[in-house]
């Protein structure tokens, strides 16, 4: 039996249609001032978001306490540049938060942590000036989640363009076993000690002793934090080697590079260096611990695939001990 369109509508009740076109009015002003009330929420910082008073004062410090590993116009010596294409592609998908916890809590180098909020708020100012970002009438604000909110560039803004480096081929040396056990192991084993052993606090006594490192004879050249960080870092930037061409497992066959499976294993070990790294720079034992757990789940899921299987035409590295 075939229903009407007018059987098929429901009366709605003339109270209760007042109801709804009131909500619907309410709904649609509230829509209407839903794009101001985001763009009042989040800035760019090409709207001015520092003053000048205050990127003087960061001009003062960074003479002081960053020029000598930095340069003097921010091109970059010891350390890296902070203006230019260079640091634009690195730092503008990322919030002014991150920028500043890395100046606050990782800078200068030679005593980290050392820099008041003002102090480092002010650096911030004088790099925005340096990269040729306006200045306004307030001051950069020190808390966290109002830097969240301010970005150098929009979302999705292309990188610049940079000059194409030649090709080289490099093939591949060792086993894949070996790679793992000279890079991915013990860096691992260095995030791994941060769950029990706090970087920070033999930073805090003022010793380099106990710094995370593969070798005992220069365990103290640097500092716990900054062994964790390249720990992290070697891990992200190692990967890839997973995926050379022509590399060879420990028993003979080669890599699986072509595998989809094996392709995204490899994405995974890296984005779990990445996330140890950006924790790392926290200075925190507790967001370094945590991510320990992404690097875990990384390695466990190629190993129940590759590595802890029983059928010998799958394994490409040998059991677990």
């Not at 306004?136 to 480096?165: F, Q």
Request: hydrophobic share 40%; charged share 15%.
């Amino acid at each position: 039996m075939r229903v009407s369109d007018s059987q098929a509508r429901t009366r709605v009740p003339a109270g209760v249609k007042t109801i709804a076109f009131a909500v619907a009015i309410f709904i649609c002003v509230l829509a209407g001032s839903l794009p101001t009330r985001m763009q009042a929420q989040s800035r760019l910082a090409t709207a001015g978001v520092y003053s000048s008073g205050q990127a003087q004062r960061g001009a003062a410090d960074y003479k002081a306490r960053c020029a000598k590993c930095h340069g003097a116009q921010l091109e970059g010596l010891a350390g890296p540049p902070l203006a230019g294409a260079d640091f634009l592609n690195i730092w503008k998908s990322q919030p002014l938060s991150d920028l500043y916890g890395k100046v606050h809590i990782t800078m200068p180098l030679d005593s980290p942590g050392t820099l008041t909020p003002a102090q480092s708020t002010a650096l911030v100012a004088y790099i925005l000036q340096g990269n040729k970002f306006p200045a306004g009438g307030a001051d950069l604000p020190s808390d966290e989640p109002a830097l969240k909110l301010i970005a150098l560039a929009p979302a999705g803004t292309p990188a610049a363009p940079r000059t194409a480096a030649a090709a080289v081929s490099f093939p591949a040396v060792g086993t894949l076993n070996q790679v793992m056990r000279g890079i991915l192991f013990p860096s691992s084993n260095v995030l791994f000690d941060v769950q029990t052993q706090d970087p920070g606090a033999s930073e805090k006594a003022g010793a380099k002793a106990g710094a995370a490192t593969t070798s005992v004879r220069y365990g103290n050249v640097y500092g716990p934090w900054i062994g964790v960080d390249v720990a992290a870092i070697a891990i992200a930037e190692s990967a890839p080697l997973l995926m050379t061409p022509g590399r060879r497992c420990e028993n003979g066959k080669p890599v699986p590079v072509d595998r989809a499976d094996w392709q995204m294993y490899v994405q995974g070990l890296v984005e779990a260096g990445r996330v140890a790294y950006k924790a790392s720079q926290s200075r925190s034992q507790d967001a370094v611990s945590e991510a320990t757990n992404q690097i875990a789940d990384s390695c466990a899921n190629c190993h129940r695939v590759y590595r802890d299987v029983a059928n010998p035409a799958m394994r490409c590295t040998p059991p677990a001990p």
